[in-house]
T-cell receptor, first 111, second 113 residues
Framework: GENVEQHPSTLSVQEGDSAVIKCTYSDSASNYFPWYKQELGKRPQLIID?????GEKKDQRIAVTLNKTAKHFSLHITETQPEDSAVYFC??????????FGAGTRLTVKP | SQTIHQWPATLVQPVGSPLSLECTVEGTSNPNLYWYRQAAGRGLQLLFYSVGIGQISSEVPQNLSASRPQDRQFILSSKKLLLSDSGFYLCAWSAILPNTEAFFGQGTRLTVV
């Protein structure tokens, strides 16, 4: 089955700096790559997603890139703010709807 | 609008006792349903997913089982809990179309003592 690896496990940045989280996947049939944000004590919520027919997608301060050949995708957050502090999860899914998640990255944005 | 309900929110169970966690979805039909476990400081491990009534795919061999007796009901069970079953269990649903957003329930924090 699919194996999703995520790095780094923890990331600390200064407010205003950029943060990058990287994920790799193993199943070439995966074609949907969402990113979720989980704030402390809350449920994960989708922040952005990308499908395999697109190489890059941007939504205000966040962007995702996908390299299908290398089987890796990344989340980029620019101009980070303290409220960006949370655990971020990448995921990969095939048409079988078997959505599998990475281990998560705990992002801390220092004011 | 669609909503997902998961209960209980917290549960403390002795080793060897049975388990039943329930998840229901409202406002949609034929959802894909998921059970994930989140161990402390770790990621979301996919345990089971279902694309229809009676259709359960198991990801990890363990002493847990799942059932989908109705279209919008997903149950996670165990006959005898182990200490290692402690964790945060999340139910989620997504629309029947492939590769759409998953919506999570509030989660159940299970402590096996």
């Amino acid at each position: 089955g699919e194996n999703v690896e995520q790095h780094p496990s923890t990331l600390s940045v200064q407010e205003g700096d950029s943060a990058v989280i990287k994920c790799t996947y193993s199943d070439s049939a995966s074609n949907y790559f969402p990113w979720y944000k989980q704030e402390l004590g809350k449920r994960p919520q989708l922040i952005i997603d990308i499908r395999s027919n697109v190489g890059e997608k941007k939504d205000q301060r966040i962007a995702v890139t996908l390299n299908k050949t290398a089987k890796h995708f990344s989340l980029h957050i620019t101009e980070t703010q303290p409220e960006d502090s949370a655990v971020y999860f990448c995921a990969a899914s095939t048409n079988n709807n078997d959505m599998r998640f990475g281990a998560g990255t705990r992002l801390t944005v220092k004011p | 609008s669609q909503t997902i309900h998961q209960w209980p929110a917290t549960l403390v169970q002795p080793v060897g006792s049975p388990l039943s966690l329930e998840c229901t979805v409202e406002g949609t039909s034929n959802p894909n349903l998921y059970w994930y476990r989140q161990a402390a400081g770790r990621g979301l491990q996919l345990l089971f997913y279902s694309v229809g009534i009676g259709q359960i795919s198991s990801e990890v061999p363990q002493n847990l089982s799942a059932s989908r007796p109705q279209d919008r009901q997903f149950i996670l069970s165990s006959k005898k809990l182990l200490l290692s079953d402690s964790g945060f269990y999340l139910c989620a649903w997504s629309a029947i179309l492939p590769n759409t957003e998953a919506f999570f329930g509030q989660g159940t924090r299970l402590t096996v003592v």
